[in-house]
C-alpha cells in the first residue's frame, strides 16, 4: 500500500523534548496478515498530538480509524506516575473476513510508574463469531469482560478476571496471605446442550492455582453431565514451559462426536494420564479405557456395539487394543499402534470373525479375515490383506433404483444455521450432489486387498439363481479402487414363467463404489430356434437383452422362448404374461421392449404397473371406435377386469367396468375447465 505523513511541531534534539501534531493517511495497506489486510484495506487514518517535556508525556490526541474500527487514547506517561485511558469500538466485527461478525467496544485504563502499575480493562461484545461453529455458540448474545492486572518490579501479575454472556461464567481472583498468592477459578456452562444436545445440563469447573514462587501448584475439578467428573492436580512452571500434572476421571465418549464427525461414539470412558515435564505430547503417558461402547460410521455402514477398547500412552504412541460385535453380525477386533502426533503413523492389525457386511438394497455377506493398515493415517497408510466370504448373497432389486433419474442440486432459501450445520455434517453443503463428493474427501489410503470367494456366492433376484466362485484383488487407492479378476459360474438357473433355464454363462466383477458388474446368459432350443436371454450391467439396474440363431426381433424372441410360438399367435393372456415375464426381468420396467410388444399387438396402450400391494398389473387398451375406449388389466394372481369408456361428448364420460369375480360398476364423470 502507500501513505501520507503529515507531520507538524517543534522539538530539541539535546533536550530530548518535542510538541508534535500530525497525521498519517494509509491507502490499500496490507501486512501479510489477512484480517488485518481486510481491515485496512479501504483506508486507514491515524492522528496524533502529543507533548513530551521535563514532567513526561502529554499524549492530547490518538485517533485511529480504519474501516469500521475507531480507536482513541489521551492521557500522560511519567516516571513519577502515568494515567493513560483508551477506548476501542468496533460496531461491526465482520469486515475481517467470512466467519467474523458481531460488534464489540473496549475500555482500558493504565495508572502508576513503569516499576508498579495497575491496568484495569473492561469490554462488551454483541453475538461475537469467530467462525467456529461451537464458540460462535457459546460467545451468542451479550458478553461482557473484566479485568485487572498488577505491573511490580516489571513483573505483570493477573489480580482478577471476569467473562460472564448468557452461556458461559469465569471468574478469576488472587489473594494474598502470608506472603503466598491464591488465585481462585471459578466458571460453569449454564447448558451442554448448545453444544451437545444429547447432554443438558450445567458444566463447572472449580478450584485453586497457588503461587509458589517459580510454579502453580494446581488442583482443579470439573463436573457436569455426559458423566464428567475429572480432577487435575499437580504443578505448571511459572513459565509455562514444563508441567507434573495428574489428570483422571470419567466421561461419556459421546462427548468426542464433535471432533469426529460423521462417525459417532457413545459410552463411558474412563482416563488416568500424567504429563511430565516439557508441555508436549512426549510428556503425556497413561491409559484410557472404553467398556460397553458403541460406535458407527454412517458413511461406511458399520455399527460396532459391546465395544472395550484401551489405549495405553507412552513416548508419543497409544498402544491400543479393541474389540467389539458388528451390529449385523460378527465380531470385529484390532491392535497395535499409533502415533499421536501428525502424520499419525500407525500398525495395525484388524480382525474379522464372521462378520456380516450388509447393504439391504444389494447384498448381505458373512466375512473372515485379517487386514493390516500400516502407515500414516492423516493419508498414505496401506491397508492390506485377506478377506475370505464365508457365504454372501448379492440381490439384483426387483426394480431400478435409477428409474426415478437424480436428484437434482437443491437451493436453500433462509435455511437456518442449525440446518446447515446439519447439512455440512452429512456432506451436503455443497447441494445435492456433495454427498457424492464429500466421499473422496479426507486422508486417502494405499488398498492392497484379496477377496476370496471359494464357493457360496449366491446372485439371485429377477428369477434369477447362481452360485459363483472366484477371487478379487483389490489395488489402487480408497479413492480409486482398481479391482482385478472375477466370480465364475458354478452353478445356476433362470426361471421365467414356470420355464426353468440353465445358466450356460454367469460372472460378477466388482467397478467403482463397489457396485458388482454382473453377466449372465441363459439359453433354450424350440422348433430349431436358439433363444438366449442375457443379463448385464450393473447388479444394482442391469440391462435385459433377447436373442436367438437364427437372429429374430427381440418381442418373437421372448414369445419363442415362452411359448414356443410366433408372438402373432399369442392369445390376449398369453400377451399379458409375456409383459410380465418382461417386467420381471427387467425390474417392472424396460419401456423399449414393452413398447415394442404394443406396437406388435397393434394396441394403443399397453404397461406394466404395480397396484397398491405391489403386484404387477399388466394393463392393454385399444379404440374399438372414435369415442369407444376398452382397456383389460390383467394382475399376477390371474385376476381380470374389463373397463368400457363412452365419450359422450368433450367433458362427459360414461364409464363402466366388468371383474372377473362378477363385481360390476358404473360412473359418468363430468370434466370442466375454467
Do not use: C, M
Not at 498530538?49 to 485511529?64: F, H, K, N, P, T
Not at 446442550?193 to 470439573?222: H, K, M, Q
Amino acid at each position: 500500500g502507500s501513505a501520507t505523513i503529515d507531520l507538524a511541531g517543534n522539538g530539541s534534539p539535546l533536550g530530548g523534548t518535542f510538541d508534535i501534531v500530525g497525521t498519517v493517511d494509509g491507502r490499500a495497506l496490507a501486512i501479510g496478515q489477512p484480517e488485518i489486510d481486510r481491515l485496512l484495506a479501504d483506508g486507514a487514518r491515524i492522528a496524533i498530538s502529543v507533548l513530551r517535556d521535563e514532567s513526561g508525556i502529554a499524549l492530547r490526541q490518538l485517533d485511529v480509524t480504519a474501516s469500521t474500527l475507531t480507536a482513541t487514547a489521551t492521557g500522560t506517561l511519567a516516571s513519577t506516575g502515568s494515567d493513560v485511558a483508551a477506548t476501542v469500538a468496533f460496531p461491526d466485527v465482520s469486515v475481517l473476513g467470512p466467519g467474523y461478525g458481531g460488534s464489540l467496544e473496549v475500555d482500558a485504563t493504565l495508572t502508576g510508574t513503569p516499576q508498579n502499575a495497575n491496568i484495569a480493562i473492561s469490554g462488551q461484545g454483541q453475538n461475537l463469531k469467530v467462525g467456529q461453529t461451537e464458540a460462535d455458540t457459546l460467545l451468542r448474545g451479550t458478553s461482557t469482560v473484566a479485568a485487572t492486572l498488577a505491573i511490580a518490579d516489571e513483573v505483570v501479575t493477573l489480580q482478577s478476571a471476569e467473562l460472564t454472556n448468557p452461556q458461559v461464567t469465569a471468574r478469576a481472583t488472587a489473594r494474598v496471605e502470608r506472603s503466598q498468592r491464591d488465585i481462585t477459578v471459578e466458571a460453569r456452562l449454564a447448558n451442554l446442550a448448545v453444544i451437545l444436545p444429547e447432554f443438558p445440563g450445567p458444566v463447572s469447573l472449580a478450584g485453586t492455582a497457588i503461587d509458589t514462587g517459580n510454579a502453580y501448584r494446581i488442583d482443579l475439578r470439573g463436573t457436569g453431565p455426559a458423566q464428567i467428573d475429572a480432577r487435575a492436580t499437580g504443578t505448571l512452571a511459572k513459565a509455562g514451559g514444563t508441567a507434573d500434572l495428574q489428570v483422571s476421571g470419567t466421561v461419556q465418549s459421546a462427548l468426542a462426536n464433535v471432533f469426529i464427525e460423521p462417525r459417532s461414539i457413545s459410552g463411558p470412558a474412563r482416563f488416568d494420564l500424567t504429563l511430565k515435564g516439557p508441555l508436549g505430547l512426549q510428556s503425556l503417558a497413561g491409559r484410557i479405557s472404553l467398556d460397553g461402547a458403541s460406535f458407527s460410521d454412517v458413511r461406511l455402514g458399520i455399527g460396532v456395539a459391546d465395544l472395550a477398547a484401551s489405549a495405553v500412552l507412552a513416548n508419543e504412541l497409544a498402544t491400543v487394543e479393541a474389540g467389539g460385535t458388528l451390529r449385523s453380525g460378527g465380531r470385529v477386533a484390532a491392535q497395535g499402534t499409533i502415533g499421536l502426533a501428525a502424520p499419525y503413523d500407525a500398525d495395525l492389525a484388524v480382525n474379522l470373525t464372521r462378520a456380516t457386511l450388509r447393504n439391504p438394497d444389494l447384498f448381505e455377506a458373512e466375512t473372515s479375515g485379517e487386514l493390516r493398515v500400516a502407515g500414516p493415517l492423516a493419508g498414505g497408510a496401506l491397508v492390506s490383506g485377506r478377506i475370505d466370504i464365508v457365504t454372501a448373497e448379492i440381490r439384483i432389486p426387483s426394480s431400478s433404483l435409477s428409474s426415478l433419474g437424480a436428484i437434482p442440486d437443491i437451493r436453500h432459501i433462509d435455511d437456518r444455521a442449525e440446518v446447515r450445520e446439519t447439512r455440512r455434517r452429512a456432506g451436503l453443503s455443497g447441494g445435492a450432489g456433495a454427498a457424492g463428493t464429500s466421499r473422496s474427501e479426507g486422508p486417502v489410503y494405499g488398498i492392497d486387498i484379496d477377496l476370496v470367494a471359494p464357493s457360496r456366492l449366491f446372485l439371485r433376484g429377477r428369477g434369477l439363481d447362481a452360485e459363483l466362485s472366484g477371487r478379487l484383488a483389490l489395488g489402487g487407492t480408497s479413492t480409486n479402487v482398481i479391482p482385478s479378476g472375477q466370480f465364475s459360474l458354478i452353478r445356476g438357473r433362470l426361471d421365467i414363467l414356470g420355464k426353468r433355464l440353465t445358466l450356460s454363462e454367469a460372472s460378477l466383477q466388482v467397478q467403482g463404489d463397489f457396485v458388482p458388474y454382473v453377466s449372465i446368459a441363459a439359453s433354450n432350443v424350440s422348433d430349431g430356434v436358439t433363444s438366449t436371454v442375457r443379463i448385464e450391467g450393473p447388479a444394482l439396474d442391469p440391462v435385459v437383452t433377447f436373442t436367438s440363431d437364427p437372429e429374430l426381433p427381440e418381442e418373437e424372441v421372448l414369445a419363442q422362448l415362452l411359448f414356443g410360438r410366433g408372438i402373432e399367435n399369442l392369445s390376449i393372456f398369453q400377451a399379458a404374461e409375456l409383459a410380465n415375464a418382461v417386467a420381471a426381468l427387467a425390474g417392472r420396467g424396460g419401456e423399449g421392449i414393452i413398447g415394442r410388444l404394443r406396437r406388435s399387438f397393434g394396441l394403443d396402450d399397453f404397461d406394466v404397473t404395480a397396484d397398491e400391494s405391489g403386484s404387477t398389473v399388466v394393463r392393454a387398451g385399444k379404440y374399438i371406435s372414435e369415442n369407444v375406449y376398452t382397456e383389460v388389466e390383467i394382475g399376477e394372481d390371474g385376476k381380470s377386469e374389463i373397463n368400457l369408456n363412452l365419450d359422450i361428448r368433450p367433458g362427459l364420460t360414461v364409464t363402466g367396468r366388468v371383474g372377473q369375480d362378477g363385481e360390476t360398476g358404473l360412473g359418468v364423470f363430468l370434466e370442466k375447465d375454467y
